[in-house]
């Protein structure tokens, strides 16, 4: 092992066991379950909980459509894109600049460490988590959707994680480089739920200009999981919007190292 | 419908949302009675975890705690 892989497991391991003595490692995956479970499930008993509790005039006939196994899916996905994100966010909102207020940045940055290592070690060990996460959540999600409903099959699935999983890659980054930019870890919370609040608005609004943005993103993933035994077409504004954002996470990355070497510690 | 057939398919289908909620709020309850300082007084964070459920335990987890240093 050269000299540089070793300093990164090393820096790894640290994040490691940050997030273990935070208890981030164990609340946040189970919250995710949670979420991920809810859905399918309170889908199923709507309309039985609005049958009991609604306090309808007897004789009150309602059908509600059951909701597909699909629909059940992409709806879970836009449940982890608003409170997933946000917890996310907000627990990852002082990765860098409560260590630099703390003094532990630059304890860790007077040892031969490179910038560029310090930032990926918590970049890498962000996103694994953050996939992780997202798969616990997700994967809970499609079983009972599968107990409850009926099998989604295996390819949407994965490909709708994947593009799921590239749009909160992107929103961390941006975490990550507003953690470093912005001397309050509040502030660096606010831009990236900003960022994420304003891409999925525009996305929304302009579907035509903003089909090549992150943002996009979210759409294609409800879009795969939607579509039936994962015949999506891959055409250019997919492929450009998965370009793109794994440029700007690229970007992110880089952009934050030269900031940390510019200012390690800030007072 | 049959109604006691679907409670029992009920119960085992709520089941591990309350435990996982529970095991939550159990985490978050040591957390805060174990911590030094919270952040705001502890009997309201105490409060909070036991009475709003899922929520009360993440907002523990994000804002409840100082940071140490």
Not at chain 1, 4 to 30: A, D, F
Not at chain 1, 34 to 50: A, D, K, R, T, W
Request: a positive charge; one cysteine or more.
């Amino acid at each position: 092992m050269s000299m540089k892989t070793r300093v990164l497991m090393t820096l790894l391991r640290k994040e490691w066991l940050e997030l273990l003595r935070s208890y981030k490692l164990i609340w946040v995956p189970l919250v995710f379950l949670v979420l991920g479970i809810m859905q399918p499930v309170s889908s199923y008993y709507m309309p039985l909980i609005i049958e009991k509790a609604g306090n309808m005039p007897e004789g009150t006939i309602i059908e509600i459509p059951m909701p597909s196994e699909e629909q059940v899916l992409a709806e879970t996905l836009s449940q982890f894109g608003l409170m997933g994100l946000l917890i996310l966010a907000l627990s990852y909102m002082g990765i860098v600049s409560a260590e630099r207020a703390s003094g532990a940045a630059s304890l860790v940055l007077v040892k031969p460490i490179s910038f560029t290592a310090y930032m990926v070690s918590k970049w890498l060990s962000m996103l694994l988590f953050t996939w992780g996460v997202l798969l616990i959540g997700y994967g809970a999600a499609w079983y009972y959707t599968w107990l409850l409903f009926d099998k989604v099959e295996l390819g949407p699935f994965l490909i709708s994680y994947l593009l799921y999983g590239l749009w909160f890659s992107f929103i961390l980054s941006a975490t990550l480089l507003f953690s470093t930019l912005l001397r309050s870890a509040a502030g660096a919370a606010c831009s990236a739920l900003g960022l994420a609040i304003l891409l999925s608005l525009l996305g929304g609004l302009l579907p035509k200009y903003m089909a090549c943005s992150p943002g996009a993103l979210t759409g294609y993933a409800y879009e795969a999981v939607q579509s039936a035994s994962g015949s999506m077409k891959a055409d250019a504004p997919l492929w450009c919007s998965i370009g793109l954002t794994a440029a700007l996470v690229a970007a992110c990355l880089m952009g934050s190292a030269a900031l940390l070497r510019r200012a390690p510690a800030i007072d | 419908m049959n109604e006691t057939l679907e409670l029992g398919r009920l119960a085992a289908i709520i089941a591990p949302l309350l435990i996982i909620q529970l095991i939550l709020m159990v985490i978050a309850l040591i957390q805060c009675i174990k911590a030094e300082e919270t952040r705001g007084p502890k009997l309201v964070w105490i409060l909070i975890i036991i009475f709003i459920n899922l929520l009360g335990p993440i907002a523990f987890f994000l804002f409840g705690r100082r940071q140490r240093g």
